[in-house]
């Protein structure tokens, strides 16, 4: 039994990274901070447990590094034309320090605006937007895009393309 198991949960991670982010754009908020935790755990995250809804305290998800590090989560599952604001992030922050947590991720289905992209840089949050998404979801860890924090999001001609690209 435990053999089958263990099989289903491995399907069940592989099918996770196959997920397009179309099909990520249609999920409610409460799956998308599941698949947040499930590449986690992929990951080799331990203890990951999703904590989001009413009085959350700014964190969807909490865990652990596979380094022991702990670390809170915020997902946002908005639509790709939307923008992350700085106060998110503050918020973020915040539970960060509520959490006591030592790393803090903000990952989106969206891009950050400038401001809030200074803002997660400055204060040392992995700023996880939707390319990066993307990349974490087929097959990068989690670790791996904290060394193209800030990156990705393009210069004024490709954030043009990308409003055009979602627009309605």
Not at 19 to 44: I, P, S, Y
Not at 132 to 152: C, D, K, R, T
């Amino acid at each position: 039994m435990r053999k089958r198991d263990h099989a289903w949960r491995q399907a069940d991670m592989i099918d996770a990274g196959r997920r397009t982010l179309t099909e990520v754009d249609a999920m409610t908020g409460t799956q998308f901070e599941e698949l947040v935790a499930n590449l986690c755990r992929r990951d080799g995250c331990v203890e990951v447990r999703r904590v989001g809804g009413a009085n959350d305290n700014g964190a969807d998800v909490v865990g652990r590094l596979p380094d022991g590090r702990s670390m809170v989560i915020q997902c946002k599952r908005y639509a790709p034309t939307s923008t992350i604001a700085s106060r998110e992030l503050r918020d973020l922050l915040g539970a960060r320090v509520h959490f006591g947590a030592d790393l803090a991720v903000f990952v989106t289905t969206t891009r950050f605006s400038r401001p809030s992209q200074k803002f997660a840089l400055q204060h040392g949050i992995l700023a996880v937007h939707r390319d990066h998404l993307g990349v974490w979801n087929g097959g990068a860890s989690l670790m791996s895009l904290a060394e193209i924090n800030g990156a990705g999001q393009g210069n004024a001609r490709h954030r043009t393309r990308w409003k055009q690209a979602y627009s309605e």
